[in-house]
């Protein structure tokens, strides 16, 4: 099975860069691959932005929710998205200087993909 990772660094607000990546994402997981996310950096306002109900990218957001594999600690805190990642339920990582280590996915043989 093929395993692709997304690290996604961009803020939601970049409409292109954020639709795309969430249609292959979605794409990818509709296919059968292992699809895991890591939002780092501006990414991170992903959980606020996204997932309010009345964002036009919302439900695509929801489709690929359950693959987001960590949420930078370091990065939500500075985007103050901490609390809305932790009442989502989303996981907060915080394994690398308070940022995700990229080694593990690495040594499990992910395809990482940067966004």
Do not use: W
């Not at 992903?46 to 594999?69: C, E, F, R, W």
């Amino acid at each position: 099975m093929s395993k692709v990772l997304f690290y996604v660094l961009t803020d939601p607000s970049n409409s292109m860069v954020t639709y795309h990546f969430l249609l292959n994402a979605q794409d990818l997981k509709r296919k059968g691959i292992d699809v895991k996310i890591i939002l780092e950096g501006d990414a991170t306002k992903y959980v606020t932005k996204l997932g309010d109900t009345n964002h036009p990218l919302n439900a695509m957001y929801q489709n690929i929710k359950s693959s987001i594999t960590a949420v930078c600690k370091g990065c939500a805190i500075a985007t103050r998205t901490l609390e809305a990642a932790e009442e989502q339920g989303l996981p907060i990582i915080s394994n690398l200087e308070n940022h995700v280590a990229l080694e593990p996915y690495v040594k499990d043989g992910y395809q990482i993909i940067f966004v």
